[in-house]
């Protein structure tokens, strides 16, 4: 009996070897969006005033299928470590019972394109700000994570001030001086390019542990290479660039303006990538308007890891009173 379940075990592996575990896993998550009422849609994007866009330009968002005016509007933008559905996927189905979800994938990222030569912060808001406006919807909240923090601050500060109502920033660094900004990368000791795009197996492993308090203790590296395979490798040589501007300009605009949107901000006490004193900075920054909430046993990566404490925080923030159960 043993030796058979061992032969079973050793086949079962074999063949997960040779199946693209990280399309079926990335099929499911795509099934739950559907299942909440989301579909995909891709935006091409015309010029607009407020900056540059291309005609190749092209902005992959899930919207709903049905706009209601009952509820408000929020505009989920992921990090650097995924695309969309991979960073929100414990999000919608909370979420989407109390407002209308539009959740963008960044340009370069899932299936959002662009010819463009830019890689700052600015044009990724103007993209999303372009896309949500020839969506038709003229108010909206934003909910920005990491790197989607930064994209998320300067829609609120300067490219849709009028659009944006309120903003929940989820443990973005966009506050942090460029001394800092160093101190992080040196800290690192290698490239942080081969960290946040990586290439091999043991890469993703370090950007998992970077990110998450309890990481997976199982991360085969058959797996991880699907995942690489998957997430990546497509316009791996665009992300680098968006990155290199990052480490070298930040949120792009100095010094960096105090919002005028109230402005919810939520970090991980354990995180690895800002640590939690980035968020005391940028709350003291921000001021009243600003308020600050730290959740417990997460890390960078507090969205997947806590849920349901985010979830429950971004509702109590954005929902008139009257609205919450």
Not at 18 to 40: E, G, M, Q, W
Not at 45 to 58: M, V, Y
Not at 172 to 196: A, F, N, P, T
Not at 275 to 302: C, M, Q, T, Y
Request: proline residues 5%; contains cysteine; positive net charge.
């Amino acid at each position: 009996m043993v030796a058979v379940g061992v032969t079973f075990s050793a086949r079962l592996l074999r063949l997960l070897r040779r199946v693209s575990i990280a399309y079926f896993h990335d099929l499911l998550v795509s099934l739950c969006f559907l299942y909440n009422h989301l579909i995909p849609r891709t935006i091409h994007l015309f010029s607009s005033s407020k900056g540059p866009t291309s005609d190749l330009t092209s902005v992959h968002i899930w919207t709903p299928l049905l706009h209601r005016r009952s509820k408000p509007s929020v505009v989920l933008i992921h990090g650097f470590g995924g695309d969309a559905k991979w960073q929100w996927r414990t999000q919608i189905g909370a979420l989407s019972r109390s407002f209308n979800l539009y959740i963008p994938d960044l340009i370069f990222f899932g299936n959002s394109r662009s010819d463009s030569p830019n890689r700052s912060v600015r044009f990724q808001a103007q993209c999303i700000a372009q896309a949500m406006k020839q969506l038709g919807v003229k108010r909206y909240n934003v909910v920005g994570i990491s790197y989607g923090g930064f994209v998320a601050y300067r829609m609120g500060s300067d490219v849709a001030t009028e659009e944006v109502e309120k903003i929940v920033l989820l443990t973005s660094g966009v506050g942090m001086s460029e001394e800092r900004m160093r101190e992080l990368v040196q800290r690192e000791g290698r490239d942080v390019r081969d960290i946040l795009c990586p290439k091999n197996p043991e890469d993703l492993r370090l950007l998992v542990r970077r990110s998450m308090y309890r990481p997976p203790v199982w991360m085969p590296d058959f797996y991880l290479r699907d995942f690489i395979k998957a997430k990546y490798m497509d316009n791996r040589k665009e992300r680098i660039e968006l990155l290199e501007d990052l480490l070298k300009h930040g949120a792009g605009v100095s010094p960096l303006p105090v919002l005028s949107q109230e402005t919810l901000l939520l970090w991980g006490d354990h995180d690895q990538v800002f640590p939690v004193d980035f968020g005391h900075d940028l709350h003291r920054h921000l001021g009243k308007i600003s308020s600050l909430e730290i959740i417990k046993d997460a890390g960078h990566a507090l969205q997947l890891e806590q849920p349901q404490q985010v979830n429950r925080h971004i509702r109590h923030f954005l929902l008139p009173p009257h609205h919450i159960k």
